[in-house]
C-alpha cells in the first residue's frame, strides 16, 4: 500500500507553542510540550466554544488556523480522544453521582469534530478515527482514500493529551497536550511530494534509516504524533515506524 500526497496547509497548537515560527524552531530543537497556556478559539461561536476542554481548545486552535474550506471533508484523528472526560464520569458512577448528558456527549470519540463542523456549518464529510499508535498514519490513509474518491482537499486534525492519572499506566509512548491540521491534496507539480507506505512495500530492517533523529540521538522522546509533525515541518528525508503489527515509512521527495 502506497499513498501520495501535497501539504498545502497546516497549524499546530501546544502549550507554548502557538505560531507557525514558534513550531519551526521547536522543530530544530524539539522538546515535550507539557506545561503553559493555550490559546482561546477566537474563531469559534462562545456557546460552543465555552464546551472545550484543553484537548478541544488546541485541536479546533489548528483547525480554525489552517484555513480549510468548509465544504471540504475532514479527518479527526486522536489515539486517546477526550479520555479524561470518560474517567471523570466512571468517578462520578462510582460516587453514585448523576450523570451529565452534556459531558457524555462530549466525551464521545467525535465530539471535537462535531463541534467544529457544526460551529462552521459544515457539510462535508466527517470522519473520527482512533488506531492506537497507527493513528497519524491511519488519519493519512483515510484522507488519501476520500483525495481518490474525487474531493480536491482533506483536512486532517491529529491531536492528543496525556492520559488522566487512572490511565497512566497504560501510558507507552511520552505524554503530550498536542494538536496539527494539515490541508493535503492529491500530489502536484507546484507542491512538494509526500508519500507513506506501509508493509511489504518497503519493509524495515534492523538497520533501516531514520530520517529525523531518534529520542536516543536528541535525548527528548515524543509521542508519535508529535513525531511525524517534526519529520513535517524539518523536511526530513524519512521516517519509520513500527505499529500494530506494521511498517510504515513517510517520505519527504522535495
Do not use: K
Request: with cysteine; proline share 8%; aromatic share 8%.
Amino acid at each position: 500500500m502506497a499513498c501520495e500526497f501535497a501539504i498545502r496547509g497546516w497549524a499546530a497548537c501546544a502549550p507554548q507553542l502557538h505560531t507557525a515560527r514558534q513550531w519551526e524552531a521547536w522543530s530544530r530543537a524539539p522538546w515535550l510540550p507539557q506545561d503553559g497556556e493555550v490559546p482561546a478559539v477566537a474563531g469559534m461561536a462562545p456557546m460552543l466554544r465555552r464546551r472545550l476542554g484543553e484537548l478541544g481548545r488546541v485541536a479546533l486552535h489548528a483547525a480554525y488556523a489552517c484555513e480549510a474550506p468548509a465544504d471540504i471533508p475532514a479527518v479527526f484523528a486522536s489515539r486517546h480522544g477526550e479520555v479524561s472526560r470518560s474517567a471523570l464520569m466512571l468517578e462520578e458512577l462510582a460516587a453514585g453521582a448523576p450523570l451529565s448528558p452534556t459531558g457524555f456527549g462530549l466525551s464521545v470519540h467525535n465530539a471535537i469534530g462535531a463541534l467544529h463542523s457544526i460551529d462552521q456549518r459544515r457539510p462535508a464529510v466527517l470522519q473520527a478515527i482512533a488506531a492506537g499508535r497507527e493513528t497519524a498514519e491511519t488519519a493519512l490513509v483515510e484522507a488519501c482514500a476520500l483525495l481518490a474518491d474525487g474531493h480536491e482537499e482533506v483536512l486532517v486534525v491529529c491531536y492528543d493529551a496525556p492520559l488522566p492519572p487512572s490511565y497512566a499506566m497504560f501510558a507507552d509512548e511520552p505524554q503530550a497536550l498536542y494538536a496539527w491540521a494539515w490541508r493535503i491534496a492529491a500530489p502536484g507539480a507546484d507542491a512538494p511530494r509526500w508519500s507513506l507506505t506501509c508493509d511489504g512495500d518497503e519493509p524495515l530492517g534492523p538497520h533501516h534509516a531514520v530520517g529525523v533523529e531518534s529520542p536516543c540521538n536528541t535525548g527528548v522522546p515524543l509521542p508519535h504524533g508529535l513525531e511525524v509533525l517534526r519529520f513535517m515541518l524539518a523536511r526530513s528525508a524519512v521516517l519509520c515506524h513500527r505499529g500494530g503489527g506494521r511498517s510504515w515509512t513517510w517520505r519527504h521527495h522535495g
